[in-house]
């Protein structure tokens, strides 16, 4: 393997590497990362988990000595994938969770090496971040979930968007809601110590019998199990009332759905998630699209099973693998 190119900036050099993180092997990633001596590493929360189910124990295998910090983004880490950080690549690594998001350019929660870690929330707000989050009326919530809000201007926050010449599209995406107050889409808790957890999109809350819940919460519990690769749930408001729940899996290598597999993803998400949230269906997908911050486009797939023509949910250029929205487009019909 080639070492990928570098580039130097402000005193930091950025090494960069085009391609999946887990060829030759499940552990490439480190491999690079102690061959260049990296002490900064970005992965996704699939790599990590992908590491632990491979049973990878990157200290034992690299000189990870001069690696500070494993920076995470994309979508929520486990708690046991951070502890496996901790465990399989030294304690001297912070685990860094962020959340944030392209139109700001910038992060709005993550790691802060003046704050503890505790697995499966992020430190702190940033600098400059007034985050805060709200219930449906408006008010702010601790202990609770509640909308990501940002009541202050953030440096990086965009003033409008492209031909958009009278600010509709620009209000109406993200302060429609509460004027004047940055409303981001995601669901939230402040603990009582000031961490915070990330549920998932508020746009593909999963709304079931008047109780609602993050998508987040369901891919923690369903993807910790080794016969799941990946998940992908949704939920679709029927023409009769009814609300359909299916969840989508990609099986690890030599998984097969069997009626035990499916008993035991249902046990799993009624004992750790909620009972009312146990899918109507499990659906064999052969994979699971995401866009360029590696986020599952929940909501465009939603659209389809809602009716929606499929060309209209979403920028085909914009997933990592275009030909997934077709299967998903043909299911429905």
């Known amino acids: 393997m080639e070492l990928p190119g570098r580039g130097t900036v402000g005193g930091a050099t950025i090494v960069c590497y085009a391609g999946?993180?887990?060829?030759?092997?499940?552990?490439?990633?480190?491999?690079?990362?102690?061959?260049?001596?990296a002490t900064v590493l970005g992965a996704s929360p699939g790599y990590v988990l992908g590491c632990a189910k491979?049973?990878?124990?990157?200290?034992?295998?690299?000189d990870l000595s001069a690696l500070r910090t494993v920076g995470i983004t994309g979508s929520s880490l486990l708690p046991s994938s951070s502890l496996w950080l901790r465990d399989n690549i030294g304690e001297h690594v912070q685990v860094a969770s962020m959340?944030?998001?392209?139109?700001?350019?910038?992060?709005?929660i993550g790691g802060v090496r003046t704050v503890p870690v505790w697995p499966g929330e992020l430190s702190a707000p940033y600098l400059g971040v007034a985050l805060d989050a709200w219930n449906e009326t408006g008010n702010p919530v601790r202990g609770e979930v509640g909308e990501l809000v940002i009541t202050k201007p953030m440096p990086s926050m965009p003033v409008g968007s492209w031909n958009d010449a009278d600010g509709s599209r620009y209000r109406s995406a993200y302060f429609e809601m509460w004027p004047g107050v940055w409303r981001?889409?995601?669901?939230?808790?402040?603990?009582?110590?000031?961490s915070i957890i990330v549920h998932g999109?508020?746009?593909?809350?999963?709304?079931?019998?008047?109780i609602r819940m993050g998508s987040a919460d369901i891919y923690q519990s369903v993807e910790r199990l080794?016969?799941?690769a990946e998940a992908l749930v949704i939920g679709c408001e029927q023409p009769d009332g009814e609300y359909w729940m299916p969840l989508f899996v990609v099986l690890a290598d030599?998984?097969?759905?069997?009626?035990?597999?499916?008993?035991?993803?249902?046990?799993?998400i009624r004992d750790e998630v909620s009972p009312r949230h146990v899918p109507d269906e499990i659906i064999v997908a052969p994979g699971v699209p995401h866009?360029?911050?590696?986020?599952?486009?929940?909501?465009?797939?939603?659209?389809?099973?809602?009716?929606a023509d499929a060309a209209k949910v979403v920028e085909r250029s914009a997933v990592d693998d275009p030909g997934l929205l077709d299967w998903y487009a043909n299911l429905k019909r």
């Open 20 to 37: 999946s993180p887990n060829i030759p092997r499940p552990d490439a990633s480190w491999d690079i990362a102690a061959r260049v001596r």
């Open 54 to 62: 491979a049973g990878v124990v990157p200290r034992n295998e690299h």
């Open 99 to 108: 959340s944030g998001g392209t139109d700001v350019v910038s992060a709005f």
């Open 184 to 194: 981001y889409g995601d669901w939230i808790t402040i603990t009582d110590h000031s």
């Open 201 to 210: 999109r508020s746009d593909s809350t999963l709304n079931r019998h008047g």
């Open 226 to 228: 080794p016969e799941i």
């Open 254 to 268: 030599g998984a097969d759905l069997n009626d035990e597999l499916r008993d035991r993803i249902k046990k799993t």
């Open 291 to 307: 866009t360029r911050t590696g986020k599952k486009p929940e909501v465009p797939i939603k659209k389809l099973f809602a009716g």
